[in-house]
T-cell receptor, first 108, second 116 residues
Framework: SQQGEEDPQALSIQEGENATMNCSYK?????LQWYRQNSGRGLVHLIL?????REKHSGRLRVTLDTSKKSSSLLITASRAADTASYFC????????FGTGTRLTIIP | EAGVVQSPRYKIIEKKQPVAFWCNPI?????LYWYLQNLGQGPELLIR????????DSQLPKDRFSAERLKGVDSTLKIQPAELGDSAVYLC??????????????FGPGTRLTVL
């Protein structure tokens, strides 16, 4: 079963624009992670935010976490064609449970 | 540093045939995971090993699936016999594991299984 749900399911934007995707989860967490999956490849870890953190940055990525609403958002600024991928949130620590993913397409 | 290695990358078999997938984790990673990913879905955990011990196999369909990690390093996942519904991508991942428990997992490229 999927713990989280990403929203939207699919997103298409022009290169250079910002992309925002959201994740909602069901149970209390210690941390939440975001992963990227390029077509036909494995997942790559992007960022981990702990339950006592509200915001975290890594390069062009900005992640927020609202534990009261059980939700997180991933913002990618100044998008590039190479950002085209599926993005998943995951919770659960050692036993990760993934959401259903957001398929992001960057239009050159 | 080499990442998680999986083989084969693709496998096509007929239903009722057996199939095996192999995974070599990142050197020094004690915890190894097998996931199943259906098209358009996120990965779902099948089994988690800490060293050679399967510490969570609650999601593994034990009637047809088996896994082993005999020396606590590489691992094999087997399906026998395969069914049409087993067509999916099988992902292997590893992490440092106890006592570090960093939670970050490193994934291999996966094996795409097609059952005809």
């Amino acid at each position: 079963s999927q713990q989280g749900e990403e929203d939207p399911q699919a997103l298409s934007i022009q290169e250079g624009e910002n992309a925002t995707m959201n994740c909602s989860y069901k149970t209390s967490i210690n941390n939440l992670q975001w992963y990227r999956q390029n077509s036909g490849r494995g997942l790559v870890h992007l960022i981990l935010i702990r339950s006592n953190e509200r915001e975290k940055h890594s390069g062009r990525l900005r992640v927020t976490l609202d534990t009261s609403k059980k939700s997180s958002s991933l913002l990618i600024t100044a998008s590039r064609a190479a950002d085209t991928a599926s993005y998943f949130c995951a919770t659960g620590g050692e036993k990760l449970t993934f959401g259903t993913g957001t398929r992001l397409t960057i239009i050159p | 540093e080499a990442g998680v290695v999986q083989s084969p990358r693709y496998k096509i078999i007929e239903k009722k045939q057996p199939v095996a997938f192999w995974c070599n984790p990142i050197s020094g990673h004690n915890t190894l995971y097998w996931y199943l990913q259906n098209l358009g879905q996120g990965p779902e955990l099948l089994i988690r090993y800490e060293n050679e011990e399967a510490v969570d196999d609650s999601q593994l369909p034990k009637d047809r699936f088996s896994a082993e990690r005999l020396k606590g390093v590489d691992s094999t996942l087997k399906i026998q016999p395969a069914e049409l519904g087993d067509s999916a991508v099988y992902l292997c991942a590893s992490s440092l594991g106890p006592p570090w428990n960093t939670d970050t997992q490193y994934f291999g490229p996966g094996t795409r299984l097609t059952v005809l």
